[in-house]
């Protein structure tokens, strides 16, 4: 009666080139990569690449190359030390030397890529939830330049102001198109920096004109915005006084005039 048999199955891994597969045999072995017992692992080397080479498995000039040198070092460790030269004995810890610095190098390198491979794919499990920017800007509170000062008080400095130059006192005219609001910011951050105590409004006018009056007003808003100055009030009614912040000192996008 015929029996059918079948050929025994045989699995082996897949090696990504010849440091792979010698890697793998000292693992295997459990020795020390530092002392490899040269004989054993060349005959187990030859052995796994001609199973490869029976089941068509790609085989690559690097194998052979490899196994040609543990052949080399297994054949020299095999004669009798005293027919070894001095010369014979430092050119083998030399080839002994070698590979096991490549093995050391390819080992941490097989690490790192491990390493790195598992950080890529957990980091594909990840999901980040989309803000809504929206959201983020309501929740964050407004800066306020103007913290301490009401709007009624600002607008009667500037009103007193404008009463006193249609009274006629210290009018000094000007052409309108000599003075711009960049021009005015630039004038009035000298002379806060000239005084960093902070000076009240009425001292920052120079000519007490009508034009002047209204590009100052705007110039001390947007100094305000920029959050290079601040107004301060000691009571309500009093007037209103100018003081330099941390900022009025960050002359990186100052432009010259």
Request: hydrophobic share 45%; charged share 30%.
């Amino acid at each position: 009666m015929e029996t059918n048999r079948q050929a025994p199955y045989v699995e082996l891994p897949v090696f990504q080139g010849p440091m792979d597969l010698l890697l793998h045999l000292i693992q295997q072995n459990k020795v020390d990569i530092y002392d490899i017992p040269i004989a054993l692992i060349a005959d187990q080397f030859i052995e796994t690449v001609k199973k490869m080479e029976i089941f068509d498995m790609e085989i690559t000039s690097e194998f052979l190359v490899l196994a040609a040198q543990l052949l080399y070092l297994k054949s020299r460790q095999l004669l009798p030390r005293p027919q070894k030269s001095e010369e014979d004995v430092e050119l083998e810890e030399e080839l002994k030397q070698e590979l096991i610095d490549r093995l050391v190098t390819y080992r941490a390198f097989k690490e790192i890529a491990a390493y790195l491979s598992c950080k890529a794919e957990s980091a594909g499990s990840k999901y980040f939830r989309e803000f809504d920017l929206d959201e983020l800007i309501s929740i964050m509170k407004p800066h306020r330049p103007l913290s301490g000062v009401v709007m009624e008080d600002l607008l009667q400095a500037f009103n007193s102001v404008l009463t006193r130059i249609e009274k006629g006192e210290d009018i000094h005219y000007v052409q309108s198109d000599d003075i711009s609001i960049d021009l005015m910011i630039t004038d009035i951050m000298r002379r806060m920096l000239i005084n960093p105590k902070g000076m009240k409004f009425s001292q920052l006018l120079r000519h007490n004109s009508r034009v002047e009056i209204v590009v100052a007003f705007l110039a001390i808003l947007d100094l305000l915005k920029d959050g290079k100055i601040r107004a301060e009030q000691s009571s309500q009614g009093n007037g209103i006084f100018i003081v330099p912040t941390e900022k009025a000192w960050d002359f990186k996008n100052e432009v010259p005039v």
